[in-house]
């Protein structure tokens, strides 16, 4: 095998191992990251204008979720820091959880500019598949400390029962 073979497999090998990465990094991330959009203003309070959201945000913000199945709820736990309880609405669609909310910039003023820039502010939604049929009636949510908190009760036919069988 010459040289120049040598070095094209090597760098076919390098170029699928990368993709491979990128790949997997993407189903694992694709949930998450969520696209934040310019919101309306609230009563009494002036909208931030297109530049100030475009300078101040990425316009896209991971929001980190766990959901926990238990026998007989949901819990679903979503960390979106910086938010007040009225700022969220959840609604429950089919076999997802529907989080939609609207982050809102903090009005800072300093002298100099920004360098980095992190922060997604905006509306947003997410929909969080659910791994089983859960009764929207008693959907129990808190938020505190950044983090949203949704337990959702699952319906009677779906929720799990132990039985004990004895072996002979």
């Known amino acids: 095998m010459s ?8 760098l076919n ?25 310019p919101g309306i203003a609230k009563e009494g309070e002036q909208a931030p204008s297109r530049q100030e959201v475009a ?31 009225a700022d969220f609405g959840l609604e429950i669609l089919g076999h997802y959880l529907v989080v939609r909310g609207e982050k ?13 820039t992190e922060c997604a502010y ?18 129990k949510a808190t938020y505190k400390s950044g983090v949203l908190r949704v337990e959702l009760s699952k319906t009677a036919a779906r929720q799990r029962k132990s039985i004990k069988v004895e072996v002979k």
């Open 13 to 37: 090998e390098a170029w699928d191992t990368l993709l491979d990465g990128w790949q997997r990094l993407y189903r694992r991330a694709a949930g998450a990251i969520t696209r934040f959009t």
């Open 122 to 139: 905006g509306s947003f939604e997410r929909a969080i598949p659910l791994p089983d049929e859960v009764d929207p009636a008693k959907a």
């Open 3 to 10: 040289t120049l073979q040598q070095l094209r497999e090597g």
């Open 55 to 85: 300078e101040r945000s990425t316009g896209w913000g991971v929001l980190a979720a766990e959901v926990l199945d238990d026998d007989d709820q949901v819990v679903v736990r979503l960390e979106v820091p910086g938010m007040n309880k």
């Open 104 to 116: 809102q910039m903090a009005r800072e003023r300093t002298e100099g500019r920004y360098h980095v």
